[in-house]
């Protein structure tokens, strides 16, 4: 088996309130053209955004002391074979072998697209699932790698990409940056019932506590502007909305007296 090196880099999470519900490294540039990643948790999942040279392979790995690829838990590689997800192996104490394709691949692939030879990928799956590394939806560190392939063809990545450097400076990603047009929740504070009203229609809700843990799930039935959503059956606290129609999602804190 060859070697398999892999650029490590340290990503900090943007220090924002755990009720504001998402946290994003923002979009950093990893030091040659046209590459570049972000990472958004929510909640429930994360999001990763990777672009690299539509002609080469593309992989970042995950892990609580990554220095090399051996130390990742998980890897998500775009290459030129439908697997996505993959676990990294190693003989002994040397690290660097080739990775192997996991038997359920859990990352979703959101969009794939080439322009003017740039590949953006972006892909998705549960901060939770089962044999692949755990993300938190907070402002704690993320440890991650990357590296790129001479091809599409996953292989050693012979002289291209590999080193070390720790990235310090975070984005955030407010919940006010909404897509689901103009959402509005009152009366809030709310000491029972209250209102969702968006001006685009909604087919679910789904209530978080401050822990990221879900408390309750509605289904929309009426696609009228306001709903009304019953909530003195929770206890006292801030809670997280999470706003969904057929291809948005949006988040608003409640606070619940």
Not at 114 to 125: D, L, N, P, Q, Y
Request: charged share 15%.
């Amino acid at each position: 088996m060859k070697k398999y090196l892999i650029l490590s880099i340290l990503l900090i999470f943007a220090s924002i309130p755990v009720a504001l519900g998402q946290y994003s490294t923002g979009t950093y540039g990893l030091g040659w053209q046209n590459t570049s990643v972000k990472i958004v948790t929510s909640p429930t999942t994360v999001t990763i955004t990777l672009k690299g040279e539509s002609t080469r392979w593309l992989a970042l790995g995950f892990g609580t002391n990554v220095i090399a690829m051996g130390n990742c838990t998980d890897m998500f590689i775009w290459n030129d074979t439908p697997d996505r997800d993959f676990t990294p192996t190693h003989v002994g104490n040397d690290y660097h072998y080739m990775p192997v394709p996991d038997a359920d691949q859990s990352w979703t692939i959101v969009s794939d697209t080439v322009t003017a030879g740039i590949r953006t990928i972006e892909a998705t799956r549960a901060l939770v699932s089962a044999g692949d590394y755990t993300f938190l939806n907070d402002s704690s560190f993320l440890q991650i790698i990357f590296a790129q392939g001479a091809t599409t063809t996953l292989a050693y990545h012979d002289t291209n990409v590999h080193g070390t450097r720790a990235i310090t400076r975070f984005a955030t990603l407010a919940l006010e940056d909404f897509s689901i047009t103009a959402p509005r929740i009152y009366p809030n504070p709310s000491k029972g019932a209250l209102t969702v009203q968006t001006k685009t229609g909604l087919d679910t809700i789904v209530i978080y506590n401050q822990t990221g843990a879900v408390v309750q799930t509605i289904a929309v039935i009426s696609k009228k502007e306001g709903n009304e959503v019953a909530v003195n059956g929770l206890a006292t606290g801030v809670y997280i909305f999470e706003l969904q129609n057929g291809t948005e999602k949006t988040y608003k804190n409640v606070v619940v007296e």
